[in-house]
C-alpha cells in the first residue's frame, strides 16, 4: 500500500493522461510539461479519460517507484485541464480523498487537527 505519510509534495496532472506511458514516458512530462524537478521528494498523479486508472510516479534514492491504481467500479473526481498542461499542488490529505472517491474540496470534512504543546 502506498503510504502517504512523511514529507513529500504530491502534484496532479490536471486533466487527461495517456496511461500507456511508463516511467520514462510520465518522467518527461513531469520535466517538459510541467517543469518541475522529477528527482525531487515528490509523487506525480496522472489519470486516464475515464477516470478510473491512475498512475503515481516516484522517485526513491536510486529508483522509480510506479505505482497503478484501477477501480472496478466508480470513477475518480479528476480535476479538469485548464489550458494546456499543468500541474497542481495538493496536500496528501486531498490524495487521500481523491483514493477514496471524493473530490477534492471537502466543504465538510472536519479541519485538520496539529497537535498544541503547552508551556
Known amino acids: 500500500m502506498l503510504s502517504l505519510s512523511g514529507g513529500p509534495t504530491v502534484y496532479l496532472a490536471c486533466g487527461v493522461t495517456d496511461l500507456r506511458k511508463s516511467i520514462d514516458g510520465l518522467a518527461a512530462i513531469v520535466k517538459y510539461s510541467f517543469d518541475l524537478d522529477v528527482f525531487s521528494n515528490s509523487l506525480f498523479v496522472f489519470c486516464n479519460r475515464d477516470q478510473d486508472k491512475l498512475k503515481i510516479l516516484y522517485w526513491d534514492h536510486n529508483g522509480f517507484w510506479l505505482y497503478y491504481r484501477r477501480l472496478d ?3 475518480f473526481k479528476w ?3 485548464n489550458s494546456g498542461p499543468s500541474a497542481m499542488a495538493v496536500s496528501r490529505r486531498q ?4 483514493l477514496d472517491g471524493l473530490a477534492l474540496e471537502q466543504h465538510k470534512a472536519h479541519p485538520e487537527v496539529l497537535a498544541r504543546i503547552a508551556i
Open 79 to 81: 480535476p479538469k485541464q
Open 95 to 98: 490524495l487521500q480523498w481523491l
Open 73 to 75: 467500479k466508480g470513477r
